[in-house]
């Protein structure tokens, strides 16, 4: 009987030298602590790769494990007790974890090896965060065993690899949206079993507390968070509940036709009362925003068709407006090339699914034509990888990967489609939605190449309608790196600080010049002394590249991830530049603003040049010259 791993208090549990007491030289770490900002930066990004290599390894081991006391016998083990709950029992034994815990390891561990081979490369390479590799095994668990699951592990590995940021969302978006679109039967057969397991549960907590939940679709979830959030932000500053107690409130509120209000105690508050009732049957309605492909509603094409698409030129937004026996009303497009849909919202807020009102944003139909051809080039690229991971020497070598490889190949292909807030959803999903009669569909663009106006004709400051729906389903999220709040919920940020005097000297009102940040992150740009920016691609026209520069001088890649690589459509809308900007009329010349800020805009220029000269160096695109004059 092995005594390994047994001693004194406080001894190493294994066999080696106690961590504390290796060579951080020998591991490629600092040996001291005494280091400026930018070193602790330094070493927290090699320490994070470093820690993808070591969850590589314990996942190795626990796979390593799987093949010698579980791949044996999983062919006739028919213990209540078998192999592979006592392969994991071992495991949490000598971690001192759960069962659940440990099993979930030799899950991920089994999952990797076999399903995920190159991620599991990616999670080595420190590409990818373990954090994310759960989402990824968890999000393409559909695959398993299908003859395309080497195409897709490829496909994620492979956008996983391209240079910028990820977070949770953008991880997931991007699994889902390699499953979906590449078996629709399977992704429409399991939402349809999803469906009939909705369900409505309470659960009795601490302290005389109790829990409410319900599970049902996506689309409804968002009306139900919408419903609620909406009454409880009437309240005033001096309301002393958390967001999530107001929410609480709320919604009982709105199950018991109960009034809802401030809890500030002021006389003088103006929502010391308010009925929930009223504000349901007042209020604006609800929208929910959708992105997907106008083919994507047709259904899905043979695979094989794929090969003769052409890229999208335009792309289009789709209003669904569900009421309870409320009339949707079309405002005259005037104003914008975007179409209003009104809805007069005459019914209280009793059961939050009556009150429904989404926005899609869609391609047009060549648009998901041209993501299946790229899928197609990134399995030609897969079939050279593999040719040459076998060192192939004669060309009929080849011609047999090529020909195993368009074998994998599923016979449909769908398209999908992207909720905000929610993520991927699938075409049947999609055509689910569009499928209400009262929904309306609506282009973004006029399906010509005019370009669309990028500004409101008597404000350059101000995105047009289009501009504003556009940035938004290009973006998705706020793009921060590793940030997932919704870009419909936050902020368009001139990336270029607008010059309101000379704004012909600053940044402009453009599909370039414009991005999506959360509340949060664009008070930092603003007051804080992050620099960001955001220019044209020239490898690929119409996409851009976004840097982020922390106060030191570090610069982080922004997303890696858009509504670029799900709908490549976008990219083709195009958008006019701003109008001229009239000269001041005598007498009213605007005042200048302040030299601190001229000083503080300035500097963020010349930052942002020096980065994107910096990236050109390091081989991430061609120099841009900045041809703006300084603002003063």
């Given at each position: ?18 961590w ?28 994070a ?25 999983e ?6 007790v ?12 000598a ?66 690899r ?17 499953v ?75 199950v ?18 308010v ?41 289009a937004?789709a209003?669904r407006?569900v ?32 009150v ?53 190949e ?39 190449d005019?370009?669309?106006?990028a ?15 556009y ?9 921060w ?45 603003t ?57 001041p ?48």
């Amino acid at each position: 009987m092995s005594d390994r791993g047994v001693g004194a208090a406080g001894a190493a549990q294994v066999g080696g030298v106690p961590w504390p007491a290796r060579n951080p030289v020998a591991l490629g770490l600092p040996v001291s602590f005494d280091l400026p900002v930018v070193g602790h930066l330094d070493a927290l990004a090699d320490l994070a790769a470093g820690a993808g290599y070591l969850e590589w390894r314990r996942y190795r081991h626990a796979a390593a494990l799987h093949t010698d006391l579980v791949v044996p016998e999983e062919d006739h083990d028919e213990r209540a007790v078998d192999a592979y709950a006592q392969c994991a029992a071992r495991i949490a034994t000598a971690l001192s974890v759960s069962q659940y815990v440990a099993e979930r390891l030799l899950d991920n561990a089994v999952a990797l090896r076999d399903r995920l081979p190159r991620v599991f490369e990616c999670l080595r390479d420190g590409v990818v965060s373990p954090t994310f590799i759960r989402t990824i095994v968890s999000r393409t668990e559909l695959i398993h065993g299908r003859p395309y699951q080497e195409q897709v592990d490829a496909d994620i590995a492979a956008a996983l690899r391209k240079p910028g940021s990820w977070s949770t969302a953008r991880v997931r978006d991007l699994c889902d949206q390699m499953v979906y679109r590449r078996d629709p039967d399977a992704v429409r057969e399991r939402r349809e079993e999803a469906l009939k397991g909705r369900c409505f549960f309470t659960e009795a907590g601490l302290d005389g507390m109790g829990t409410v939940g319900a599970t049902m679709s996506a689309e409804r979830a968002a009306i139900v968070a919408r419903v609620v959030e909406r009454l409880a932000s009437q309240v005033c500053r001096h309301d002393s509940r958390s967001t999530g107690a107001r929410a609480s409130d709320a919604l009982f509120a709105l199950v018991k036709h109960a009034p809802f209000g401030c809890d500030c105690a002021r006389p003088e508050c103006a929502f010391a009362a308010v009925d929930a009732d009223e504000v349901a049957a007042t209020a604006a309605r609800i929208v929910i925003h959708v992105v997907t492909d106008t083919t994507t509603l047709i259904g899905p094409v043979p695979a094989t068709a794929t090969a003769t698409t052409t890229p999208a030129k335009n792309a289009a937004a789709a209003d669904r407006a569900v009421t309870d026996g409320v009339a949707v009303d079309e405002v005259a497009p005037e104003e914008t090339p975007i179409e209003k849909v009104v809805v007069e919202e005459t019914t209280a807020y009793t059961v939050a699914a009556d009150v429904v009102a989404a926005e899609a944003v869609l391609t047009d139909a060549v648009a998901a034509e041209a993501v299946l051809t790229e899928d197609v080039a990134a399995e030609a690229v897969l079939t050279e990888d593999v040719a040459a991971e076998a060192v192939a020497t004669d060309e009929s070598a080849v011609d047999e990967i090529a020909v195993e490889a368009a074998a994998a190949e599923p016979e449909l292909v769908d398209g999908v489609g992207f909720v905000a807030g929610l993520g991927i959803i699938s075409g049947a999903h999609v055509r689910g939605l569009a499928a209400d009669p009262e929904a309306v569909i609506r282009p973004l663009g006029d399906g010509t190449d005019t370009p669309l106006p990028a500004t409101q004709p008597a404000d350059p400051y101000r995105p047009s309608a289009a501009l504003d729906t556009y940035i938004r389903a290009r973006d998705r999220y706020c793009t921060w790196p590793g940030c997932s709040k919704p870009a419909w919920d936050g902020d368009l940020d001139h990336i270029t600080e607008y010059d309101h005097a000379h704004p012909e000297r600053g940044g402009q009102t453009s599909a370039t010049g414009l991005g999506a940040k959360c509340r949060f992150h664009h008070l930092l740009k603003t007051f804080g002394d992050f620099v960001d920016d955001q220019y044209d691609d020239p490898d690929h026209p119409g996409r851009i590249v976004r840097t982020v520069t922390i106060p030191e001088g570090r610069t982080v890649l922004g997303p890696a991830h858009t509504g670029f690589d799900t709908h490549p459509g976008l990219d083709m809308i195009v958008f006019g530049d701003p109008p001229a900007t009239r000269p001041p009329s005598p007498g009213s010349e605007p005042t200048r603003p302040a030299p601190r800020t001229e000083q503080k805009h300035a500097r963020r220029r010349q930052e942002r040049n020096r980065n994107r000269l910096r990236n050109n160096l390091n081989g991430v695109r061609p120099p841009e010259p900045d041809d703006a004059p300084p603002p003063y």
